[in-house]
């Protein structure tokens, strides 16, 4: 029995080397799987390039997205009577290139959404699994208070957080965070527990494998796998709420440009200019719609069990 | 039997009410800086005798442990704290504008679902057609669009453009409204006032339908794929088998079941619907709760923000358990 | 002889799949009697639900009847409008299904689904307005009738309650009571003991066979296990890869089995008197999927020869009554085999 045990540990103690490489094969049999979801495909496609375009801002474009040519003042976009190419959608009151502030909201909104999905992915799966697996008092507690938290609707507990802070980037983080993590806590400590019961955890144990050991080498890999699917569906949720917050002027501050900001400075000009609130607008529908839709695709490719069809 | 169930549910959210007052009263004391001095910060030049008088008063000279204990009383008398900026109890002021939000919610709810019920039961019946490709698809879109920008979007275009539908506010003044519940709608058809109910009804339309889209979009997906599962299910054929028409099967014998999960759904989206609710109102200028609290975060009027968020935070936890009540009633396998 | 209530002529239904068209249910021909109890015994996925379903015209879509006839009392089923098919399921041709608690609504009250039967067909009489409430309590009545002919004890208690609170052989008595509540001349039962134990089973075929003989209802069962067919039925057809292999009295299929898949079931029995070692049926299930024309058993067939496959077998009387679709019994070889049964034998 012990033998069989010190057996299945070792055999998994190397499967790591295995895995990796197997996780390469694997990478190339998704990308397969990909292509023939076309959609999906394509809607990551343009997340990649809205990325593209956040991280090369400064190269693509001719203006400044901050300093502004007061004579280009409500200039229309370049299809539009009176528009011309130099500003392709239009300038903003201050006369700065409504394109070029888009690109550079890019930043912005890709950055926030980044952060805070990450850091509730990693503070709540690390909860999560700690919690699924010890049980216990830690398990009671930190679901107790995820319930509490749970009891607040997500943008009012943001725009209370903001309140209390003040605005800014990390300040707009942490609010954020501060209750995404509970979801992804959630996740993983229902995969741990069912993980748990499973046998090569046990092989593991009786093997003489520290606990830290087990969740990180073994269970982890997978339950990462639906936390990294709910990370994807989840990142456009993060996206909007930051862009509504800057909206009612608590997020991004300007001059910096935020795609909601921009949405809410156009208001007073809707008459006039309809194009300075418009556009920002559709690059987020647009940005979320294919983080959606990439997601939902994820989720059909690696666990169709998910699937609600 | 029920009953039981019903009380032991509502004993449940009595802690979890309780929990909610503790943080948000947390937040108010974490917040840097002194808070007589920010109360104070609009009231004008007050002396330092005042101050620590006011400081007794307020009892922050007392350790945090007493002073959670006089908030929590306070509220439970319903007593939220006094807004200094506005020079006003706290309560009142969100009692004045809750029956506007409340509107604006209700309606928001009733458009959801009267478009996502129809939508989520055609679609799962004809799945994959045409019809169900459409809706999912817009669905889709319903749940990635920005709250706010679909606002803006549907003002340019039924405001501005084609002057269907009015820009901001509750009711135009020269209908002579006479407020009674404060809910105009509701006090319109009291006083039978027929331009008063029109003006409202039409001050009421862009801002449900803002709000309620996203709802909408998530109802009718969840409902969908609930009826194609539930559609799928053995009692199905045997209803059809009993002789029963089409129409009776699926809105009877599959529609009840498939509302069950459904509902609890639901229920969550009353969070996205009061959240939404604060952008909806600052949107569209509706004087409601929403506006009041953007308009306190700006003044730093942390009593009122400290308040509104509390009631929020409440009706959203007794919204679930509304629903929760609800779910037992639909769901026979829940007894005790 | 008594009349002839149900004819299946020529009946074929298929599925069809993203890999093929399975054809589910391939030419049969089938007769039912006034209050004659025809069982279909067949292995799972052989078709025999499928016919079932068929003849209700509940089939599942993409699945669909192609060719055939559906002659039930002189009308052909597959000509009649929805809305005359209506009229017939459940109050002229009634039918119960396998696993019980998934087909009964977890949503409704047992009473209340029972109710409903007589409600869709108007068997408590015409009562509008006033005398609705009247009408409540006549269905409440006969529902509770129903349930006590069934055999649910105490059904006043059981009445409002649901589904889920009732063991699996009383939901599977409130099926049949669904079932009965219109009188049907036909009942159509799908594996209806198939998901109860063994003594549940013998009490619930009892019932059935009370039904029959009380009533004179008509049964269809529709069943993989040989033993029960041979102890409750009057008749036997033998279904396989969804073709009628063999067909005859119960006495005929039994003691006599002509087909070789009829033997190999019965030969795989496992006996109590003897000690021998089972002999199952070499071989699996064919594919259902685009079938080619022929024999489909010839793959598992100890008397195979090249002529099972390429071109249809009909058909072929191997007795009164008795048909079998072998290529051994048919012209020549029949006599031959008929000569010997007999003793003349050369």
């Given at each position: 029995m012990e033998q069989a045990a010190q057996i299945t540990f070792q055999t998994w103690r190397y499967g790591w080397h295995i895995r990796l490489r197997l996780w390469g094969r694997n990478l190339r049999d998704f990308l397969a799987q990909l292509r023939r979801h076309p959609l999906p495909f394509l809607a990551g496609l343009i997340v990649i390039a809205y990325i593209l375009a956040a991280l090369l801002a400064p190269a693509i474009t001719a203006h400044s997205p901050i300093k502004g040519n007061l004579r280009a003042r409500f200039a229309p976009p370049a299809w539009e009577e009176g528009g011309s190419l130099t500003f392709p959608l239009g300038a903003d009151d201050q006369g700065r290139d409504l394109l070029t502030r888009i690109i550079f909201g890019a930043r912005v909104s890709l950055a926030v959404g980044l952060w805070s999905v990450g850091i509730s992915v990693v503070v709540g799966t690390a909860l999560g699994a700690l919690a699924g697996y010890y049980r216990g008092h830690l398990d009671r507690y930190l679901s107790r208070f995820a319930d509490l938290l749970m009891a607040f609707p997500f943008l009012i507990f943001a725009i209370g957080v903001m309140a209390f802070l003040g605005p800014g980037f990390t300040n707009l983080i942490l609010a954020l965070t501060f209750k995404g993590w509970v979801e992804f806590f959630r996740l993983a400590r229902g995969e741990m527990m069912a993980e748990k019961a499973k046998e090569y955890v046990e092989a593991a144990r009786v093997a003489g494998q520290h606990d830290l050991g087990i969740i990180v080498s073994e269970i982890l890999p997978n339950i990462t796998q639906s936390v990294f699917v709910l990370g994807t569906l989840r990142m456009g949720f993060f996206i909007v709420t930051e862009a509504s917050l800057s909206f009612l002027g608590l997020g991004i501050q300007p001059p910096t440009p935020a795609w909601g900001s921009m949405v809410a400075a156009g208001r007073d000009y809707l008459l006039t200019a309809w194009w300075v609130s418009t556009f920002p607008g559709v690059a987020i529908l647009l940005l979320v719609l294919a983080i959606n839709v990439f997601g939902e695709g994820l989720r059909d490719i690696l666990d169709p069990r998910l699937k609600i069809e | 039997m029920r009953f039981t169930k019903i009380i032991e549910r509502i004993l449940v959210t009595l802690p979890i009410m309780l929990g909610v007052g503790i943080i948000v009263f947390l937040f108010m004391r974490l917040t840097p800086g002194d808070p007589v001095d920010i109360m104070m910060g609009q009231g004008g030049a007050v002396s330092q005798g005042e101050m620590a008088q006011l400081r007794h008063e307020f009892h922050l000279d007392e350790p945090i442990w007493s002073q959670l204990g006089y908030f929590l009383a306070d509220l439970a008398h319903g007593d939220l704290g006094f807004s200094y900026v506005q020079k006003r109890p706290v309560t009142e002021l969100i009692a004045e504008r809750l029956p506007a939000t409340v509107e604006l919610a209700a309606g928001a709810l009733l458009f959801a679902l009267i478009v996502a019920v129809p939508i989520g039961i055609i679609s799962a019946v004809r799945q994959n057609t045409a019809v169900d490709r459409a809706s999912m698809a817009g669905a889709f879109v319903g749940i990635s669009m920005p709250v706010f920008w679909l606002g803006i979007v549907l003002i340019l275009l039924f405001s501005v453009r084609l002057h269907w539908l009015p820009v901001s506010g509750r009711v135009d003044y020269d209908v002579g409204l006479a407020e009674r519940t404060g809910f105009y709608v509701l006090d319109s058809l009291l006083a039978g006032n027929m331009p008063a109910l029109i003006s409202s009804l039409k001050h009421l339309a862009l801002p449900s339908i803002t709000l309620g889209l996203g709802v909408a979009a998530i109802v009718a997906r969840v409902l969908r794929s609930s009826m194609i599962e539930v559609l799928r299910a053995d009692y199905v054929t045997l209803a059809r088998a009993k002789g029963a028409s089409e129409p009776l099967v699926i809105l009877k014998h599959a529609l009840r079941n498939a509302l069950i999960p459904t509902i609890t759904v639901v229920g969550l989206q009353v969070g996205v619907l009061l959240g939404g609710n604060m952008i909806v109102e600052a949107v569209f200028s509706w004087p409601g709760l929403g506006r009041l609290v953007v308009n306190a975060i700006f003044a730093r009027d942390f009593p009122l923000i400290q308040g509104a968020v509390m009631v929020y935070a409440l009706t959203f936890v007794m919204a679930n358990l509304l629903v929760d009540i609800l779910y037992t009633y639909l769901n026979p396998k829940i007894t005790l | 002889m008594s009349d002839l209530l149900l004819r299946l002529q020529n009946l074929t239904t298929v599925f069809p799949t993203s890999r093929g068209t399975v054809t589910a249910v391939n030419d049969v021909n089938l007769t039912v009697r006034e209050g004659e109890i025809l069982g279909i015994v067949g292995e799972?996925?052989?078709g025999k639900s499928a016919t079932l379903l068929s003849i209700l015209r509940l089939v599942a879509r993409p699945g669909h009847i192609t060719t055939g006839e559906i002659i039930f009392r002189d009308r052909d089923l597959r000509a009649a409008s929805s809305a005359q098919m209506r009229t017939v399921r459940g109050k002229e041709i009634a039918m119960i299904f396998q696993d019980p608690l998934s087909t009964l609504n977890p949503a409704f009250p047992v009473g209340e689904q029972i109710g409903e039967s007589l409600r869709l067909h108007g068997m408590l009489g015409r009562g509008l307005g006033p005398f609705a409430w009247g009408r409540r309590g006549r269905e409440r009545r006969r529902v509770l009738e129903l349930m006590a002919e069934v055999g649910i004890p105490s059904p006043a208690h059981r009445y409002a309650a649901y589904p889920h609170q009732f063991s699996g052989g009383m939901q599977q008595r409130a099926l049949i009571a669904i079932g009965l509540a219109c009188e049907p001349r036909l009942l159509l039962a799908d594996e209806p003991t198939t998901a109860l134990d063994v003594t549940i089973q013998a009490q619930i075929l009892d019932l059935m066979r009370d039904i029959n003989r009380n009533r004179g209802t008509a049964i269809i069962l529709v069943t993989h296990d040989l033993g029960v067919a041979a102890e409750f039925c009057h008749t036997i057809a033998v279904m396989y890869a969804g073709r009628i292999v063999e067909r005859g009295t119960v006495d005929q299929v039994i003691?006599?089995?002509?087909h070789p898949y009829t033997q190999g079931l019965l030969a795989c029995r496992p006996r109590l008197d003897r000690h021998e070692p089972i002999r199952p049926i070499p071989g699996e299930v064919p594919d259902l999927i685009d079938m080619p024309p022929g024999c489909a058993f010839h793959t598992r067939c100890g008397f195979a020869r090249p002529e099972c496959l390429g071109a249809e077998i009909p058909m072929s009387m191997s007795g009164d009554a008795h048909y079998v679709r072998c290529i051994?019994?048919?012209?020549y070889e029949r006599h031959q085999a008929l000569a010997k049964r007999v003793g003349l034998t050369g």
């Open positions: - | - | 799972s996925g052989c003691c006599d089995p002509q051994r019994h048919t012209g």
